[in-house]
């Protein structure tokens, strides 16, 4: 019985910590912030760089104009494949190499689409983040460009239903 008790008084100042200041348990000033409460302001006020508005504006554009050479080759591919016959028949065969010409027509559009999302990808790797007015300017850049790109494609499945393809 003894031992034990001795060992006891022994090991037991071991288990103590040595006096000191401990921490406040008082609120921090950051818990008295309520995370609900939006934020009144962006972080980065700043307006678009002109550099990002002239790449964007050129994809845009570049966007724009493939759209116009799209257009003149899916009519064509269009009006061949109302004239076109059963499967495998000559004139099938004509339809679906202009659909295949309609699809690279698209190449400027889906081009500018991926040069976009790019620019945007580049930025949060290199600049960790993107600041709201840059942000702007590139989600409606893309939006335009993903518009023309989603006519586009909608008119190529429209055509490629009708030759059973």
């Known amino acids: 019985m003894r031992t034990p008790l001795i060992l006891t008084v022994f090991l037991l ?6 006096g000191g200041p401990y921490p406040s ?8 912030i309520d995370p609900r409460v939006p934020v009144a302001r962006p972080m980065n006020e700043r307006p678009v760089t002109a550099a990002l508005a002239a790449r964007l504006a050129g994809l845009v554009s570049e966007a724009e104009t493939g759209n116009a050479a799209f257009d003149g080759a899916a009519s064509a591919a269009e009006r061949l494949v109302g004239a076109a016959g059963g499967p495998q028949s000559e004139g099938w065969i004509t339809a679906q190499e202009a659909v295949t010409a309609a699809i690279a027509a698209r190449k400027p ?4 689409l991926g040069d976009i999302d790019e620019i945007a990808a580049n930025a949060l790797q290199t600049q960790r983040g993107i600041a709201p007015n840059d942000l702007a ?3 409606s ?6 518009a023309l790109d989603e006519r586009q494609a909608a ?3 429209a055509m490629q239903r009708r030759l059973g393809i």
Do not use: F, H, K
């Open 141 to 146: 850049a893309a939006a335009r460009v993903s």
């Open 13 to 18: 100042p071991g288990c103590s910590a040595p």
């Open 137 to 139: 300017a590139i989600q």
């Open 25 to 32: 348990l008082q609120p921090r000033a950051s818990e008295a």
């Open 155 to 157: 008119r190529i499945d």
């Open 109 to 112: 559009t889906s081009e500018a």
